[in-house]
């Protein structure tokens, strides 16, 4: 488990900017998988943003039937939406449109066959690799596109952190030709590295450090 408390973020609605992260300010979520169906793609998106984000199981995670996944997420407001998807092993989506979560207490998360919406939306996946290039424990990691005011989801689920010379690899469905993207880290003595990478669907896959350079001052 993660050495940081998030129960802070339990009794006090967030009062920073937009664009910080305060690890005692972030809230939980869980996801239950009950449809039967492995889910093989989760996708925790900003309402106010336009683009689903990445898929948090990460490249290489299946959410399998009956399993549950935690994660911490981070907002501006006491109150704010997010578009949840999960697709499963036969391409059928899950979907929550506008899905608000509040201060004051956890949140959990289970999709059932109820849920099933439609058809997975037809877009390719571009595999994005996140190394550690610090001698220092990343905690939580953001990837937010640009378009968001918020963090929202940490990318690393409630019980994994990045080791130093580790590597992310995250699927990030290709929306359109070049997206920008918004990257906030926090390690282990709760330092945060804050960077903007361009993300150009042309090719399948990108790679970036996370570096002491990147350490806000």
Known sequence: MKAQSFVAALLLSCTLSAHAVDPDELNSITFRNSTGYDINYLFLSPGDSGYWGTDILGATTYFYNGDSRGFYIHYPDSCNTF??????????????????????????????????????PDFNLVTLNLRNDTNYIMNYIFFSPDDSEMWGVDQLDDETVLGPNETLSLLLPAEAKSIRYDVRTVDEDEDTYTFSVNIDTSRSEWTFPIELSDMDM
């Open 83 to 120: 578009d949840i998807m999960a697709i499963d092993e036969d391409d059928d989506a899950y979907i929550l449109w506008d899905y608000e979560i509040c201060d004051g207490s956890s949140e959990t998360i289970t999709f059932t066959l109820a849920d099933l919406n439609d058809d997975a």
